[in-house]
């Protein structure tokens, strides 16, 4: 079973000149962790949100742990599942004046399998004080919380919007640790969106890229890094590779250096392994550009 079924959604907000989102299918297999990735406003948090059923969208549809989210949003069908869930949203998810203690004890009447030694032990790892107001909490400390609530009733499903931004380079190596730890056991699953890329190449199996809506790029995180690379050379030689071989350029007064498709270039061209961070430059640029010209 996928633990994430995305098909051809849509979504436009009032008064917004574009979709928000734009025909986006994609699937997170059980026991997998999928990164989601794109710029500023490409739509990743719509789309969790969409997962959660906190924004409705006007098309296609989604299944979470198999279960249809729209009609467990307009209460047609039993919405247990949503236990199951644990979210983690890069807004202040807890009122200001409750301290992490009263957290901990709403989440027990929340949940069922809400674990409270679990809850306390991530508190005292991430050096949260119990008694200290929401408020009073620094953001990387919100996160923090946010994540200790969602990991300690026993999930099987993170959903986790930006949920590693603002915190600490430690922190994060820690929790990206605690991540891949759930995942062990293969009926749990992570979507993850993040403007950090290492992190994701840390953790991820599948990579989605997500570009003014739409899905631009969707496989498993090692096909993509394995496909593409870096190629330094003349804008002459690159003008004279093979369609398809250049998915983005850059030019400079040393030359082109170009992000190409690896089996579509020679084997005599010495090409460069490449980061996720360059493959979504590049390609988010080579569409802007394509578009430039199509103007
Ligand atoms: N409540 C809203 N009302 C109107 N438009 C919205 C709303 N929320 C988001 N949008 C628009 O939808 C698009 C996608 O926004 P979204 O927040 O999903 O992007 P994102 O990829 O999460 O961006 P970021 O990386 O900056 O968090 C943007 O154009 C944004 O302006």
Redesign the pocket.
């Known amino acids: 079973m996928e633990a994430i079924k995305v098909s051809n959604l849509g979504k436009r907000?009032?008064?917004?000149s574009?979709p928000?989102l734009d025909n986006v299918s994609l699937d997170l297999p059980q026991g997998c962790v999928l990164g989601l990735v794109?710029?500023?406003?490409?739509?990743?948090?719509?789309?969790i949100k969409a997962i959660t059923g906190s924004v409705k969208f006007d098309s296609g549809s989604i299944e979470v742990l198999g279960h249809d989210i729209d009609a467990a949003s307009q209460n047609k069908t039993d919405d247990r599942f949503r236990q199951d869930i644990g979210t983690v949203l890069?807004e202040d998810s807890f009122p200001e004046i409750m301290t992490a203690g009263m957290i901990g004890n709403v989440m027990k009447s929340i949940y069922i399998n809400w674990d409270s030694a679990c809850y306390n032990r991530y508190l005292e790892k991430f050096g949260l004080d119990s008694k200290k107001k929401y408020k009073e909490y620094s953001r990387g400390m919100k996160m923090k919380l946010s994540i200790a609530v969602a990991m300690s009733h026993n999930a099987k499903l993170l959903l986790l919007?930006?949920a590693t931004s603002g915190l600490d380079p430690v922190v994060r190596d820690q929790l990206l640790d605690e991540f891949n730890e759930f995942t062990r056991d293969e009926n749990h699953s992570i979507l993850i969106?993040s403007?950090i890329t290492s992190d994701l190449e840390k953790i991820c199996d599948y990579i989605a890229f997500?570009h003014e809506?739409r899905i631009v790029m969707c496989d498993t995180k090692d096909a993509i890094l394995d496909k593409y690379g870096i190629l330094h050379c003349t804008d002459d030689v690159l003008a004279e590779l093979e369609d398809g071989a250049v998915a983005g350029s850059k030019s400079s007064d040393y030359g082109a250096e170009a992000l190409v498709v690896r089996s579509k270039v020679p084997d005599t061209f010495d090409i460069s392994p490449v980061s996720l961070d360059d493959i979504i430059v590049y390609i988010a640029r080579g569409i802007d550009n394509s578009k430039e010209v199509g103007r």
């Open positions: 907000y009032k008064k917004s574009r928000s794109g710029e500023n406003g490409a739509g990743k948090t719509t789309l890069a919007d930006e969106s403007h997500i809506g």
